[in-house]
T-cell receptor, first 115, second 114 residues
Framework: DAGVIQSPRHEVTEMGQEVTLRCKPISGHNSLFWYRQTMMRGLELLIYFNNNVPIDDSGMPEDRFSAKMPNASFSTLKIQPSEPRDSAVYFC?????????????FGPGTRLTVT | AQSVTQLDSHVSVSEGTPVLLRCNYSSSYSPSLFWYVQHPNKGLQLLLKYTSAATLVKGINGFEAEFKKSETSFHLTKPSAHMSDAAEYFCVVSNKEYGNKLVFGAGTILRVKS
């Protein structure tokens, strides 16, 4: 089975540029989560969706960040404009609410470097 | 409210010796508990999960964890460490109050010496 797919795996961009990260959840999963991981702050939940609807975006750091889930098999996280402090590894995870056990399956991550 | 405390930020063991990574949790409702492992420059991989069935849970790569409600603990163990076990381990809790959000511990870095 294909796991969670993220692209790109690495992204290097200059400050001020727009960055778009992409995620394809596991087929059949109806919840999708975006996380950010840094050495300083550890793993932070940015936003999550149930059935393509954003449920909790309280972790989104500021208006420069936005996320969409236009259908059950695709989500994007956009940063515009990007800043050096956005440098981090961004993970996407998916789960199925039907199991009742809440485990999430993580993608390999996108390592973002903003110079 | 729910929270997770991983009691050791770093653990160092010799190859072939037992591994013990400690985790305490608090949860207002019956919890689901997980251990995830993250190898360097990799994503998080589910190691094992507890969801109110058997209190001793077996996971991948020879790891297991025991849910002890009286002690609010969910320690991770392995009888014999392998070099490939060197990674960071996260204890995670969830419950129905938080829907399907996970609460992560701060992580324990396991070092395995040859």
């Amino acid at each position: 089975d294909a796991g969670v797919i993220q692209s790109p795996r690495h992204e290097v961009t200059e400050m001020g540029q727009e960055v778009t990260l992409r995620c394809k959840p596991i087929s059949g999963h109806n919840s999708l989560f975006w996380y950010r991981q840094t050495m300083m702050r550890g793993l932070e939940l940015l936003i999550y969706f149930n059935n393509n609807v954003p449920i909790d975006d309280s972790g989104m750091p500021e208006d420069r960040f936005s996320a969409k889930m236009p259908n059950a098999s695709f989500s994007t996280l956009k940063i515009q404009p990007s800043e050096p402090r956005d440098s981090a590894v961004y993970f996407c995870a998916s789960s199925s609410t039907g199991t009742g056990s809440y485990e999430q399956y993580f993608g390999p991550g996108t390592r973002l470097t903003v110079t | 409210a729910q929270s997770v405390t991983q009691l050791d930020s770093h653990v160092s063991v010799s190859e072939g010796t037992p591994v013990l990574l400690r985790c305490n949790y608090s949860s207002s409702y019956s919890p689901s508990l997980f251990w995830y492992v993250q190898h360097p420059n990799k994503g998080l991989q589910l190691l094992l999960k507890y969801t109110s069935a058997a209190t001793l849970v077996k996971g991948i790569n020879g790891f297991e964890a025991e849910f002890k409600k009286s002690e609010t603990s969910f320690h991770l163990t392995k009888p014999s460490a392998h070099m490939s076990d060197a990674a960071e381990y996260f204890c995670v809790v969830s419950n129905k109050e938080y829907g399907n959000k996970l609460v992560f511990g701060a992580g324990t870095i396991l070092r395995v010496k040859s």
